[in-house]
Nanobody
Framework: QVQLVESGGGLVQAGASLRLSCGASKYAVERSTMAWFRQAPGKDREFVAAIRWLTNKFYYADSVKGRFTISGDHAKGTVDLQMTLLQPNDTAVYYC?????????????????WGMGTQVTVSS
């Protein structure tokens, strides 16, 4: 398993931006699929975005397309999630995930390593 540490969460107002960062490893960022999921209170964990750095492929949930951007820096071993135009329904704990053999990027079960999560709260 890969150790993942998220940072950058916080409390913001609707319309604001926030940048989350996930510390992983150079290998994880370069060779595997890295993703962000989120879980709101009382709801299932849902896919947000994923990146396959080696093939330069990016994947986004429809709810965040055009507002969120995922990026990877294999030299630093980090994967960031830039979030803009945040809305109250973006409020959730955001988790970084890593998978070596991910077939379906949106499926949480395909990821073998998870961070502890970082809270994002958007007030109206």
């Amino acid at each position: 398993q890969v150790q993942l540490v998220e940072s950058g969460g916080g409390l913001v107002q609707a319309g604001a931006s926030l940048r989350l960062s996930c510390g992983a490893s150079k290998y994880a960022v370069e060779r595997s699929t890295m993703a962000w999921f989120r879980q709101a209170p009382g709801k299932d964990r849902e896919f947000v975005a994923a990146i396959r750095w080696l093939t330069n492929k990016f994947y986004y949930a429809d709810s965040v397309k055009g507002r969120f951007t995922i990026s990877g820096d294999h030299a630093k071993g980090t994967v960031d999630l830039q979030m803009t135009l945040l809305q109250p329904n973006d409020t959730a704990v955001y988790y970084c995930a890593q998978g070596d053999l991910v077939i379906a990027e949106t499926a949480a079960s395909h990821y073998g390593s998870w961070g502890m999560g970082t809270q994002v709260t958007v007030s109206s």
